[in-house]
C-alpha cells in the first residue's frame, strides 16, 4: 500500500522479497491523498478568501502532480518486478487513504497487505489518529507493518 | 455492499462527534454569563458586554470552529442584540469605504487573473531570470514578490504553484530529498508573503487595518503613504529572505536547460498578448496612479469602483468570471471586523483590555509598539492574520492616547508584522501551498522561518526608530 506520503523503499523490498519467496503475486496499490490538495483548497477560500476557480485550478495541478509522481513510482516497481519476475498488478486511486486501501483489500481479496508505519511521536498519534491502526482493525487479513 | 464497523467505545464516539457542538455551546455560554457579570472597576456595562463578544469572536477565529467571515457575521449580531451599539449603527459600518475598497481591488484581481495577465507578467519576469539556477531561483522569488504587490498573495501563489511544480519536475528534482527543490518552493512562498505587506493590494488585511483606524480615530493612511513607510521594510526583508534560503538551501542542480525550454513553450503557448490584455494592464496601471497620487481627494474606494465599472463598460470581464474568482465572505469577514473593532474601542472595552495585557508589560511608548509588533508577528503563525489585525488592532490604538503615541503608527506595528507568516501552514496559504508540493518539510519552514521572523522583527524595529522618522511617522 504506496501513497503520496507513504513510499518507504524498505517496505517496498520487503514486499517484493516476501512476494519471490512464496512465490505469489503482488499487488501495489498508489493512493494520490485528496486530503492535502482538499485541505489547501479550504485554506485558500476559507482563510484566503480567494475564489473558488483559483482554488480549483490549484487544487487539480496539485492532484496532477501526485498523480505524475504514481505513475512515475510505479513504473519504477513494474520494472522490479519484471526483474525479480514476480507476478504484478498496479492499481492507483484518488482519495482517502483508508478507504482506499479498505475497498482495494475488498475487491483484490488480497491475502497480505504489507504497509509502512510512519515515523511519528505517540502524541501525534494519539491527537490525529492512525490510519495504520484502523486499516488493521477493519481489514480482514493478515498485515504486516514495516517501520519506516 | 461494504460495511465499516466502529470498533471504538460508544462514549469515545459520541464525544468525538459532539465536541464541537459541546465546545460551541460552553463558549456561547461563558459569553452570555461574562456579558451579565458586574462589570470590574474601570469597565462600564456597555464595555463588558462588548469585551464577552470580543473574546467569543476571538476564541471562534483561532479555534475555526465556524468560518471566519460567519463569525465576522456573529460579532455584528451580537453587538446590536447585547446593545453595545444600536443595530442601526452596527449593520450601516459594513457600508465602510474600505469594504468597496477591497471589493474593487479583487474585481480588479480577478479580471487580471483571468485575462492571463498574470500568467504572462510572471513568465515575462522569469524569462529575465532564466540563465542559471541560482538566477531562476531569484527570479521565482521575486516574481511572487513582486505580483504581491499588486495582486492577493493567496492569488499570486496559486497561480505560481503550477509554474514552478512544471519546473521542478522538468529538472527531475527528487521530492524531499532536492535541496534546490525545497527553495524554489520556499521562494515561491516567502516571495509571495513578503511583497504581499508592501501596499494596500497583496492582503486585505491592510485596508482592513486602515478602515478600522478611521473608524475609531477618524484619521487615515494614503496609498502612497503607505508604500513609502512599508516599501523599504520589504526591499530589506527580501535580501534577508532570499540570503537564507541560498545559505539553507544549497543548489545542487546542474543541468537546466529543460527548465529554461519549459518556460519558453510556456511564452509560446501563451501567444501573443490580447486586447484585453493590454486594457485590463491599462486600467489596472491607471488604477494604481491614482490610488498613489489622488487617493485623497477622489478616495480609494471610488477609484477603484469606477475602475470596476471601466472594466465592465470594455467587457474585459463578466459577472460569472467575478463570481469564479471573488470570494464574497471577504465582505463579511471584514464588515464584522470593522464593527467589533469599532464597538470595543468605542465602549472603552479596548483600553481597558489593551491595559490589562500590554500595560502591565509597557512603561514606554517604544515598549507597547515593540510588543504589538511582537504579538502580531507571532500570533500571525497560528491564526489567520487578518484576524490578527481585527484583535490586535482595536487594543492599540486605544492605548495610543494613554501613551501619546500616533495611532497610525499602532496601525502599522499590527498590519504589516502581521502579515509575516513564514512558519506555518495555518496562518496563511502561501506556506501550505510549499507544503502540498511534497519538496518542502514542516522543519525546513520552522527552522528557516523563525531565523527570518527574528530578522524581520529587528528589521522592523530598527526602521520603527531610524527610518520612519524621517518620514513623519514619529513615536
Known sequence: MLSTTRQSPKTIDAAFEKARLEKKGLTALFVLDSEMPESIFDKLTDIGFTGEKPSQQLHDSILTEYRVRGDRKLKELEEKALAMKVPFKTIIREGDFISECLDVIAEEELEVVIITRKKRSTLSRFIFGSALAEISSKADCEMLIIDE | MNVSIDRRPLWAILLVRSFRYLALGAFFGITYLVAHMTPPEGLSQEGLRSAAVFGLSLVLWVTHLLPLAITGLLAIVLIAVMEVLPAKDAYALFGNEAIFFILGAL????????????????????????????????????????????????????????????????????????????????????????????????????????????????KSIGFFEWMLAVVPIVLILLVVAFTIITFFCRIETESFDRARELISEKKIKLGRATLEEWMTGFIMASTIILWMFFSHTLGLANIAILSVVSLFVFKLVTWKDVEAYVNWGIILMYGGAICLGSAITKSGAALWA????????????????????????????????????????PLGISMSDSYNIDPTLVTYSVAVPAGLAFMLPMGTPPTAIALSSGYVRVRDLLLQGIILKVMALFVFIVMTRYYWPLIGIKL
Open chain 2, 107 to 218: 474585481i480588479l484581481a480577478s479580471a487580471v487573473l483571468k485575462t492571463g495577465l498574470s500568467s504572462r507578467l510572471a513568465l515575462m519576469v522569469l524569462t529575465l531570470f532564466g540563465s542559471s539556477p541560482a538566477y531562476l531561483l531569484f527570479g521565482i522569488f521575486i516574481t511572487s514578490a513582486l505580483l504581491s504587490f499588486w495582486m492577493p498573495e493567496h492569488a499570486v501563489a496559486a497561480m505560481m504553484f503550477p509554474i514552478v511544480i512544471e519546473i521542478a519536475r522538468g529538472l527531475e528534482l527528487r521530492p524531499l530529498k532536492s535541496s534546490y527543490g525545497k527553495a524554489l518552493f520556499i521562494a515561491l512562498a516567502w516571495g509571495a508573503i513578503i511583497g504581499g505587506v508592501a501596499t494596500f493590494l497583496g492582503g486585505a488585511r491592510n485596508p482592513l487595518a486602515i478602515a478600522i483606524l478611521k473608524e475609531t480615530t477618524g
Open chain 2, 354 to 393: 489593551g491595559n490589562i495585557i500590554v500595560g502591565s508589560w509597557a512603561s514606554t511608548p517604544a515598549a507597547v509598539i515593540i510588543i504589538f509588533a511582537v504579538l502580531a508577528i507571532f500570533l500571525t503563525e497560528g491564526v489567520s492574520n487578518t484576524a490578527i489585525v481585527a484583535i490586535l488592532l
